[in-house]
């Protein structure tokens, strides 16, 4: 499929999405259930991705995204990677149907340069080839808010924010019993519930369920399904001790099978198979927040674990594969008033991460001190940041990493500008396994963006649209480089490969973001054009477009209110409402040398709810209403039509 970038512009012309950075419910402690918002921010609403520390959305000059619950379950999405396809600068790709293996891409990094926060905690696998982060594991049941911070941001958040910061947040608040069950097609079911309470001092949010999938072959010439199952809880406490201290308690756990397909004997290539893999994944917190006035302080000591064993049935019933990653942190942040104009950030973070592999006995461990300071005058219309980080590795020793931004508001109008450096530490299989090399150095990049903001574009109308430009160098990036045959002093003692600091990229764009509220109509849209290019010198590679970067991706919808805005007890409004989703992603590349193309796609979705008490609501959706025929890994199939229902209740 050709995907003409003037054809994404055309719904721009009419209507477009919620700038999601300004887009988001009134409090990080409480959610407020206002009527949707598609041009104007909740009063006080709030970030975390950009300093660390909950600071207001409209004094942010980086690009940030946030989705609130009435987004999520206004959207029906039913995984984080679902609804992130809804922000700007986002592409995504997954190994067939659910449980697969999936990734995010965010302004054309890679899927491993992204921070993933649940809760405040990261949970990336210290284990995984790269220590990135696969979000086939991830839902939604329970959770109150994402938000997306595109862009680098090192300086606050250190290693792996090459492409930005991704924070996922259990839903907060005094709202009492929450349930959801979901009904649809491969026999998929799921049902989930949390309770919100205020118990005394304390408020408590406790979240848990069940999803299981008959599923559909991941191979995408086979016939046997690949299924998936999952359980979950999370939870979180916060108590006021006293009305400037607080102190915080949350984990999560998730236990998962997902049925997968490989390259069986004697033919190595892919098929059907009966392998899967089993998927522990537990994190906590546990801290402090402490509010003097003119300094705030938060700190604590974050743990997150991922295991994964792989079976292969057609060899016994003992793993084939188990990888166990873990990685611990000590964080103490603080923001101080030095005057009326300044402020200070600054912070110290301690982490510990390891790994252990088998059957071929790969273990690991190293450290990671860090502090950052970034220095924030503020005056009138006027913001202007900048700081630096210092990173001290056991292996490679110091970064130093720098960054600035500055906004400027005019009216209705907002000018901002960033630029960031990030940095990505080599991964302890990287560095420690048979394959590792201890002389790598970190991946780093210079990110530079400048966008506008336009609010109340028209007087009459609730209109609003932003344009961000932005482009990404990234230099030693790090990837598998192959010993056969080779006399090189690197491969000594390496007879099947390791991995070397070989390679550079380019990443440029443009991202347009657009929303109006017309009556009882909400319109929005986002549309990115990312160049990402190969440039590694002398290899041959040089010049290619990276794989699974597509050009052109757009995301616009339309939600329809059929007796307006006013919401019922359970936060949507009264009456039938409907919805209507397109997805059109241009043609890319599977492979780095472009020689397996990816044809580009069209997916639509129709939504619909319907409350029939004022604390009970059906939903129901029809995803890829054109059963559409499309791949986003080689080799593996998607989903076509499908339909789901569910029910929504509160208490």
Not at 378 to 400: I, K, M, P, Y
Not at 537 to 559: C, E, I, M, Q, Y
Not at 603 to 615: F, G, Q, S
């Amino acid at each position: 499929m050709k995907f003409y970038p003037y054809a994404a512009l055309l719904p721009l012309a009419f209507f477009a999405a919620p700038l999601a950075a300004q887009d988001q419910a009134a409090e990080d402690e409480a959610y407020e259930y206002e009527p949707i918002q598609t041009s104007q921010p909740a009063e006080g609403a709030i970030t975390v991705t950009a300093t660390g520390i909950r600071k207001p959305v409209a004094s942010a000059p980086q690009a940030i995204t946030i989705f609130d619950i009435d987004d999520i379950e206004r959207s029906q999405a039913r995984d984080v990677i679902s609804l992130l396809e809804r922000s700007a600068g986002v592409t995504v790709a997954r190994n067939g149907p659910r449980g697969g293996f999936a990734t995010v891409r965010v302004r054309g990094a890679e899927a491993e340069q992204l921070v993933v926060l649940h809760d405040g905690v990261r949970i990336s696998d210290p284990a995984a080839p790269a220590g990135g982060f696969d979000f086939s594991n991830l839902g939604l049941g329970g959770i109150g808010k994402v938000e997306l911070l595109r862009g680098a941001n090192s300086l606050i958040w250190g290693s792996d924010a090459i492409g930005g910061v991704l924070s996922v947040d259990t839903r907060k608040g005094n709202y009492g019993l929450w349930l959801n069950a979901e009904y649809g097609s491969f026999d998929s079911r799921s049902v989930n519930a949390s309770l919100l309470k205020d118990i005394g001092p304390a408020n408590i949010s406790i979240s848990g369920g069940w999803d299981k999938s008959d599923g559909f072959s991941a191979f995408d010439g086979g016939t046997e399904a690949d299924g998936y199952e999952q359980v979950f809880a999370q939870g979180r406490a916060v108590i006021s001790a006293s009305d400037r201290l607080k102190l915080i308690v949350s984990g999560r756990y998730a236990d998962s099978r997902a049925e997968q397909d490989g390259f069986p004997f004697p033919l190595f290539a892919f098929a059907d198979t009966l392998e899967y893999q089993d998927t522990v994944q537990y994190s906590g917190y546990a801290g402090a927040e402490y509010d003097a006035g003119g300094a705030r302080l938060q700190g604590g000591y974050a743990i997150s674990n991922t295991e994964r064993d792989s079976y292969d049935p057609a060899f016994g019933s003992a793993p084939s594969f188990s990888a166990d990653g873990r990685l611990e942190r000590l964080t103490l942040k603080g923001e101080f008033d030095l005057s009326d104009e300044f402020k200070l950030n600054a912070g110290l973070d301690s982490e510990d991460s390891r790994f252990v592999t088998a059957p071929f006995g790969s273990s690991g461990k190293t450290g990671l001190d860090s502090a950052h300071a970034l220095l924030t005058y503020q005056e009138d219309r006027l913001l202007v940041s900048a700081g630096a980080r210092v990173d001290d590795h056991q292996q490679f020793g110091t970064n130093w990493t720098l960054g600035a931004n500055a906004s400027y508001q005019f009216n209705d109008v907002l000018l901002r500008a960033s630029y960031g450096e990030g940095f990505k530490a080599p991964s302890l299989f990287q560095l420690l396994s048979d394959f590792g090399n201890t002389t790598l150095q970190p991946e780093t990049s210079r990110s530079y963006d400048v966008g506008i903001v336009f609010s109340n574009i028209i007087p009459q109308g609730d209109i609003r649209a932003a344009l961000t430009l932005f482009r990404r160098d990234s230099r030693n990036l790090i990837d598998f480089i192959s010993c056969f045959g080779s006399t090189a002093a690197i491969c000594t003692n390496r007879p099947f490969g390791t991995y070397d600091n070989i390679g550079r990229t380019k990443a440029q764009g443009i991202e347009i973001e657009a929303g109006a509220n017309i009556d009882n109509v909400s319109l929005q849209a986002v549309y990115s054009y990312i160049d990402s290019e190969n440039r590694s010198v002398g290899s041959a590679n040089f010049g290619n477009t990276l794989a699974r970067r597509p050009k052109h991706a757009l995301t616009w919808s339309v939600d329809w209110f059929t007796n307006g805005p006013d919401q019922g007890v359970i936060g949507y409004a009264k009456g039938l409402n409907l919805g209507f989703d397109v997805r059109m992603v241009g043609d890319s590349f599977d492979n780095a040398s472009n020689s397996r193309r990816l044809d580009g796609y069209v997916l639509v979705t129709a939504r619909a709810t319907y409350p029939i008490t004022e604390r009970i609501e059906v939903y129901g959706r029809i995803e890829n209403g054109l059963d559409q025929k499309y791949q986003t890994v080689s080799f593996y199939k998607t989903a076509g039509r499908n339909a789901s229902v569910g029910v929504r209740a509160r208490f």
